[in-house]
């Protein structure tokens, strides 16, 4: 997909929140990745934002790595968990932070940024998306 504006990032994280569903077993998770300035962060917000979390509620956790809100079974899920991982470096540093357990339940909805970092700890069907810079207002969005 190609986004031309923040407003269209918007409906794009807006139609995957709309669609996405619980899983039986596990936590749904959705793997960003790409560059610094693609539009993860801007994606992120909006997702949120579509989800009933207010935008001034939704900032990026680089420095506190994991954000958790109640969503009160939107969409079925209990709760919605951001972690950017930008500054980690292994997997065992996310595992510190509940990781297994935060994954294995059926009630949470995962949006992590920076999946990379957290090498083999990320699930095999995490839903990737890849964000790509193309110039100033347009980024190149790809569902894996």
């Known amino acids: 997909m190609i986004s031309k504006s923040l407003e269209e990032t918007a409906k794009i994280a807006k139609g995957l929140a709309d669609k996405i569903r619980p899983h039986a077993s596990r936590a749904a998770v959705l793997a960003l990745s790409g560059d610094l300035g693609s539009g993860k962060t801007t994606f992120s917000k909006a997702f949120a934002a579509a989800l ?3 935008e001034s509620e939704v900032s990026s956790p680089t420095f506190v790595i994991m954000k958790s809100y109640d969503l009160h079974n939107r969409n079925h899920f209990k709760k919605f968990i951001h972690i ?5 470096e292994r997997a065992e540093e996310v595992e510190r932070l509940g990781w297994k357990e935060t994954i294995g339940d059926p009630g949470n909805l995962v949006l992590i940024e920076w999946p990379e970092n957290i090498g083999g700890a990320l699930p095999k069907e995490a839903t990737t998306i ?4 193309v110039d100033e207002v347009t980024r190149e969005i790809y569902f894996d």
């Not at 950017?84 to 980690?88: I, M, N, P, S, T």
Request: proline share 0%.
């Open 52 to 54: 009933g979390i207010h």
């Open 84 to 88: 950017d991982a930008y500054r980690l």
């Open 130 to 133: 890849r964000f790509k810079f």
